[in-house]
T-cell receptor, first 111, second 115 residues
Framework: GQNIDQPTEMTATEGAIVQINCTYQTSGFNGLFWYQQHAGEAPTFLSYNVLDGLEEKGRFSSFLSRSKGYSYLLLKELQMKDSASYLCAVRDGLRYSTLTFGKGTMLLVSP | GAVVSQHPSWVICKSGTSVKIECRSLDFQATTMFWYRQFPKQSLMLMATSNEGSKATYEQGVEKDKFLINHASLTLSTLTVTSAHPEDSSFYIC???????????FGPGTRLTVT
């Protein structure tokens, strides 16, 4: 099975940098995804890590350490529109297609 | 690219009736589609995985006779909630995975309220 932990809520100020952590314990591992979800909307894909290290994509970066079962999503130059829930999801090593989602981290960006 | 639509976006039905939700991949062929359910302030819970032309694979605890899934083509999957009850009220989201891609693309979701 999969167990994925993320902080429930975080707050930050516009223009700042915030790091959202995700730890996982899985029976198999084949990649980790980060999705952004605004209230009442479907998740949108942000990043994918399968190898250790940092993946950078504009203002967003994602890091993975497989040995530690740890990932983080780094958001730079925060904007008000970044207020959303951020979901960490792990792809099962055996059931190749399926994702198991964490409960999400609600990020509130204030002026 | 990689747009997924869902219809309807919201529906209210009476207890005991059935509701069908459609999920379409608009600009790609989806070899695999997924159905999730999300309760308020909770994460997405996978209900079932469907591949075109074959029976869906349901997650443990999900009643396959209650949640009927049909993946009739590479661009369309449907979820029918049969004999709906108030506890079935939830946000239902589908996703689709293009054959050669890793990530899933999500539809906008359907808000189901059973009265």
């Amino acid at each position: 099975g999969q167990n994925i932990d993320q902080p429930t809520e975080m707050t930050a100020t516009e223009g700042a940098i915030v790091q959202i952590n995700c730890t996982y314990q899985t029976s198999g591992f084949n990649g980790l995804f980060w999705y952004q979800q605004h209230a009442g909307e479907a998740p949108t894909f942000l990043s994918y890590n399968v190898l250790d290290g940092l993946e950078e994509k504009g203002r967003f970066s994602s890091f993975l350490s497989r040995s530690k079962g740890y990932s983080y999503l780094l958001l730079k130059e925060l904007q008000m529109k970044d207020s959303a829930s951020y979901l960490c999801a792990v792809r099962d090593g055996l059931r190749y297609s399926t994702l198991t989602f964490g409960k999400g981290t609600m990020l509130l960006v204030s002026p | 690219g990689a747009v997924v639509s869902q219809h309807p976006s919201w529906v209210i039905c009476k207890s005991g009736t059935s509701v069908k939700i459609e999920c379409r991949s608009l600009d790609f062929q989806a070899t695999t589609m997924f159905w999730y359910r999300q309760f308020p302030k909770q994460s997405l819970m996978l209900m079932a995985t469907s591949n075109e032309g074959s029976k869906a694979t349901y997650e443990q605890g999900v009643e396959k006779d209650k949640f009927l899934i049909n993946h009739a083509s590479l661009t369309l999957s449907t979820l029918t909630v049969t004999s709906a009850h108030p506890e079935d009220s939830s946000f239902y989201i589908c996703s689709a995975r293009p054959g050669i891609r890793i990530e899933q693309y999500f539809g906008p979701g359907t808000r189901l309220t059973v009265t």
